[in-house]
C-alpha cells in the first residue's frame, strides 16, 4: 500500500473538494495512507471531519506563514519526515507550490489535476503554472475539454496526461423531498414551479444570466433556489432587486441536503461560461431531474441535446430563457429526459470506476522514474 500526499488551495466545500473527499473515502478503504495539506487557512469543519473519519491526517498550512516562506519551510520537514511515495496537487496555488515542495521533498511521483479550463487565470499565475508543470510526472483530467487545454495552456505532459470522469454515488440521490415538503421548506406556493442551480457564486457558473432569463421569462409562477455561496453574491443580489424579481428569487446559500433539493425540482439549470467536469450537474443526472444546461465543456460531455436534456450556447440569455420555458411547458418529456440522464450516471460514472482509474495513475508501478528537477 502506498503512501499519498495530497496539496489543494483550501478545503470550502466547492466541487474539487467533494472530488478530494471520494478520492480519499475510496483510497482509505483500499488500504492507502493518506494526508491532505490545506494551503489556505480555509475550510468547512464537516469536510475535515470526513477526511479524518477515513484515517486521513490533514495538515494546515495557512496564506501568510505560506507568503512569508516559513510555512513552506515546516511543510518540506515534515514532508521530508513522512516519507510519501505520491503527491498530488489540485487546484492553482496546490499545483504552484506543491509541484516544487514535493520535488525538493524527495517525494519520487507527482501527479497535478486540472480540474477546467482555467481560461480565468491571470497571467502571472498560467506562467507559474506552466514553469511549475514539467515537476509533474503526470495529470490527470476530468473531461475531453480540460484535457485540451491542460495540453496547450498549462503545458501537460502529452503522453502522460489522462481524462478520468468525476463520479457520483447515485443511491444518495434516491430519497428526495416530496414536492409539498421543498415548497413548505422554503415557503413556496404550492402552485409554483421551482428550478434551481448549484455552484459558487461567481461569473464562471453564469447565475447572472439565469437571473436575466427569468426575468425575460416572465412568469410569476416560477421560483429559484440558488445553492451555494461566493465572492458574486452581492452583485447577483443587487441584480435581482434591478431586475425585479425580489420575491422568486432564493439564496439559500451552502446546503448540505442538496441530493434531497434535486429530485423535488421541477428542473434543474446550469448556465456555465466554464467547467471541467461540473459535479453539481452530475448530481442533477444522478436525481434524474430534467436538465437544461450551457454546452460550456465539460457540460456536453454530460448531457445530449434532446436527449438527456436541453442545452443552450454559452451566455445566450434568450436560448436559456426558451428552452426553461420550453421544458417547464413540457413536463413529461423534461421528466423523460431526466431519467435518461439518471440512467447514464449510473451506467457511466460510478464512483468506484472513478478512484479505480486514479489509483491506477497514482500507482503504475514501485519504480517510476521521477524528471529532473
Not at 25 to 40: F, K, M, Q, S
Not at 54 to 80: D, F, H, K, N, S
Not at 211 to 219: R, S, T
Amino acid at each position: 500500500m502506498a503512501r499519498i500526499v495530497f496539496f489543494i488551495d483550501h478545503l470550502r466545500h466547492d466541487g474539487t473538494q467533494r472530488v478530494l473527499k471520494q478520492l480519499i473515502e475510496g483510497l482509505a478503504a483500499r488500504g492507502h495512507t493518506l494526508a491532505v495539506v490545506c494551503l489556505d487557512a480555509s475550510w468547512d469543519d464537516q469536510l475535515v471531519a470526513a477526511l479524518r473519519a477515513v484515517g486521513a491526517e490533514v495538515r494546515v498550512i495557512g496564506r501568510w506563514p505560506l507568503v512569508q516562506g516559513y510555512g513552506l519551510l515546516t511543510l518540506w520537514l515534515w514532508l521530508r519526515h513522512r516519507h510519501f511515495d505520491v503527491a498530488v496537487t489540485l487546484l492553482a496555488i496546490a499545483d504552484i507550490a506543491g509541484r516544487p515542495v514535493a520535488r525538493l521533498a524527495g517525494i519520487p511521483r507527482v501527479l497535478s489535476s486540472i480540474r477546467a479550463r482555467n481560461v480565468n487565470y491571470p497571467r502571472w499565475k498560467l506562467l507559474l503554472a506552466r514553469t511549475t508543470m514539467p515537476l509533474a510526472n503526470a495529470v490527470i483530467v476530468n473531461s475531453a475539454a480540460t484535457l485540451s487545454w491542460a495540453l496547450e495552456g498549462e503545458g501537460a505532459p502529452t503522453g502522460a496526461t489522462s481524462v478520468i470522469p468525476n463520479g457520483v454515488a447515485v443511491g444518495a440521490y434516491a430519497q428526495p423531498y416530496g414536492r409539498a415538503e421543498l415548497r413548505a421548506h422554503f415557503g413556496i406556493s404550492e402552485s409554483h414551479a421551482i428550478i434551481g442551480c448549484v455552484g459558487r457564486l461567481t461569473a464562471q457558473k453564469g447565475q447572472d444570466l439565469l437571473l436575466k432569463a427569468l426575468a425575460q421569462i416572465g412568469q410569476n409562477e416560477i421560483d429559484l433556489l440558488l445553492i451555494g455561496e461566493g465572492e458574486d453574491a452581492q452583485k447577483l443580489r443587487d441584480l435581482v432587486g434591478q431586475l425585479g424579481l425580489g420575491a422568486r428569487v432564493y439564496f439559500v446559500g451552502y446546503r448540505r441536503d442538496v441530493p434531497r433539493i434535486l429530485g423535488a425540482l421541477d428542473l434543474y439549470v446550469h448556465p456555465a461560461r466554464f467547467e471541467g467536469m461540473p459535479n453539481a450537474l452530475l448530481e442533477a443526472m444522478a436525481a434524474g431531474c430534467p436538465i437544461v444546461a450551457s454546452v460550456a465543456d465539460g457540460n456536453r460531455d454530460l448531457i445530449e441535446e434532446g436527449v438527456s436534456g436541453w442545452l443552450v450556447p454559452i451566455d445566450d440569455v434568450a436560448a436559456l430563457a426558451a428552452a426553461i420555458g420550453t421544458a417547464l411547458a413540457n413536463l413529461d418529456e423534461a421528466r423523460r429526459r431526466g431519467a435518461v440522464a439518471r440512467e447514464r450516471a449510473v451506467r457511466q460514472f460510478s464512483l468506484e470506476a472513478m478512484v479505480e482509474a486514479w489509483e491506477a495513475v497514482l500507482l503504475p508501478s514501485v519504480t517510476s522514474i521521477s524528471p529532473a528537477v
